[in-house]
């Protein structure tokens, strides 16, 4: 957080930075913390829709092209933390992103 003072007018302004794309992870699970044995242990699941979303979120500060790239931005943190999406491991949910399955949920908003 930033805040700006304008001395003489004691005016002033607020910017919000974006929260990083585990902190909204960990937000949407309601966990304190991600997984420290990847791979193996889970910490919880989320939805895709949810993805989709903490990519929109994420999308200013992202370096992907697309919304596509930023989701599987935000899926490729979901695999160092231990969290499943929709049941499947987040590796599953990248190759299905790349084969075109979540097309038409991701879309290009």
């Known amino acids: 957080m930033?805040?700006?003072v304008d001395v003489e007018t004691k005016a002033?302004?607020?910017?919000?930075?974006i929260p990083t794309t585990a902190a909204l992870i960990l937000r949407e699970?309601?966990?304190?913390?991600?997984?420290?044995?990847?791979?193996s242990e889970f910490?919880?699941?989320l939805n895709f829709n949810s993805?989709?979303?903490?990519?929109?979120?994420r999308r200013s500060k992202s370096l992907a092209k697309s919304l596509k790239g930023?989701?599987?931005?935000?899926?490729g943190t979901c695999v160092s933390m231990g969290v499943k999406?929709?049941?499947k491991s987040p590796k599953?949910?990248?190759?299905?992103v790349d084969e075109g399955v979540y097309d038409d949920v991701i879309g290009e908003n």
């Open 29 to 39: 699970l309601k966990s304190e913390k991600g997984s420290g044995k990847t791979g």
């Open 12 to 17: 002033f302004e607020v910017e919000v930075g």
């Open 2 to 4: 930033k805040i700006i």
């Open 92 to 96: 599953e949910v990248i190759e299905e």
């Open 51 to 57: 993805i989709v979303e903490i990519a929109k979120v």
């Open 85 to 87: 999406i929709d049941g």
């Open 43 to 45: 910490i919880g699941e």
């Open 70 to 75: 930023a989701v599987k931005e935000v899926l």
